[in-house]
């Protein structure tokens, strides 16, 4: 398992395996997203209170899934980098910040474009809105923070330190809405007991949700092979990859 972990970790030989994943990742993100939006826009009925309105949410709630898992793949990325220092670990958190905050606006921006027909208005200071809007400014405050700081490997450790302690707001996320009064939506997807919405429904938010988490990595280890091109440019292995050898 330490050999695995120690393999994955070295630069060249991550740059190598992401580089042959994302065509075939590529592939995989469209079909998913393909079914997941001709399920959910086309197939799916109308919702029998909301109507086609309801429809955002197969971009909504995958979108907030997605703010919540790369945040704590960002703490967990931080333990890494304080305890073994390891750099692609640093690459993986700051790469995953961008994208993370990318998801962050986009389930904020829609769930305003669907609060205001719903609601009566673009924004309320509701628990769950409130405590994703801070985690966006947690996001910023990590791509803030690094680029900040000219030495990149205390940037990490600082943004490292960071992404642990701001990791204290996920399960303020996820329960705000159990534990305060609120205007936002109850847990719906969980509750297989007593589902709460319907299969023709499910089915398609889930695909959704795997696009988004496909298109998660894809993303991430394009940036990651950059951030590593620019970190290691004087490596030998990046000298052997501009002469156009295999490494």
Same mark, same amino acid.
């Given at each position: 398992?330490?050999?695995?972990?120690?393999?994955?970790?070295?630069?060249?030989?991550?740059?190598?395996?992401?580089?042959?994943?994302?065509?075939?990742?590529?592939?995989?993100?469209?079909?998913?997203?393909?079914?997941?939006?001709?399920?959910?826009?086309?197939?799916?009925?109308?919702?029998?209170?909301?109507?086609?309105?309801?429809?955002? @949410?197969?971009?909504?709630?995958?979108?907030?899934?997605?703010?919540?898992?790369?945040?704590?793949?960002?703490?967990?990325?931080?333990?890494?980098?304080?305890?073994?220092?390891?750099?692609?670990?640093?690459?993986?958190?700051?790469?995953?910040?961008? @994208?993370?905050?990318?998801?962050?606006?986009?389930?904020?921006?829609?769930?305003?474009?669907?609060?205001?027909?719903?609601?009566?208005?673009?924004?309320?200071?509701?628990?769950?809105?409130?405590?994703?809007?801070?985690?966006?400014?947690?996001?910023?405050?990590?791509?803030?923070?690094?680029?900040?700081?000219?030495?990149?490997?205390?940037? +990490?450790?600082?943004?490292?330190?960071?992404?642990?302690?701001?990791?204290?707001?996920?399960? @303020? @996320?996820?329960?705000?809405?159990?534990?305060?009064?609120?205007?936002?939506?109850?847990?719906?997807?969980?509750?297989?007991?007593?589902?709460?919405?319907?299969?023709?429904?499910?089915?398609?938010?889930?695909?959704?949700?795997? +696009?988004?988490?496909?298109?998660?990595?894809?993303?991430?280890?394009?940036?990651?092979?950059?951030?590593?091109?620019?970190?290691?440019?004087?490596?030998?292995?990046?000298?052997?990859?501009?002469?156009?050898?295999?490494?």
């Amino acid at each position: 398992m330490f050999l695995w972990f120690h393999k994955w970790g070295s630069p060249p030989h991550f740059y190598r395996i992401a580089g042959k994943w994302i065509p075939w990742l590529t592939g995989i993100f469209l079909l998913l997203l393909l079914a997941g939006l001709y399920g959910g826009l086309v197939l799916a009925p109308p919702d029998y209170q909301q109507g086609d309105s309801y429809r955002i @949410i197969f971009i909504h709630v995958p979108a907030a899934w997605m703010s919540l898992l790369i945040y704590i793949i960002m703490a967990f990325c931080g333990i890494i980098i304080i305890v073994w220092r390891m750099k692609l670990a640093e690459v993986v958190l700051i790469s995953s910040a961008s @994208i993370g905050a990318s998801f962050t606006f986009l389930a904020l921006a829609t769930g305003s474009i669907w609060g205001k027909p719903m609601w009566g208005t673009w924004w309320v200071w509701d628990a769950r809105l409130t405590s994703e809007l801070i985690l966006l400014f947690l996001y910023l405050g990590v791509i803030g923070l690094y680029n900040a700081i000219d030495d990149k490997r205390i940037a +990490a450790k600082a943004v490292a330190i960071l992404a642990i302690v701001g990791v204290v707001n996920i399960p @303020i @996320i996820h329960y705000s809405v159990e534990w305060w009064s609120s205007l936002h939506q109850g847990p719906t997807i969980t509750k297989f007991d007593k589902p709460s919405i319907h299969w023709s429904m499910l089915i398609p938010l889930l695909l959704m949700a795997l +696009a988004f988490q496909v298109y998660y990595v894809l993303t991430l280890f394009q940036s990651c092979r950059g951030e590593l091109l620019k970190r290691e440019r004087n490596s030998k292995w990046v000298a052997e990859l501009s002469e156009g050898n295999d490494v």
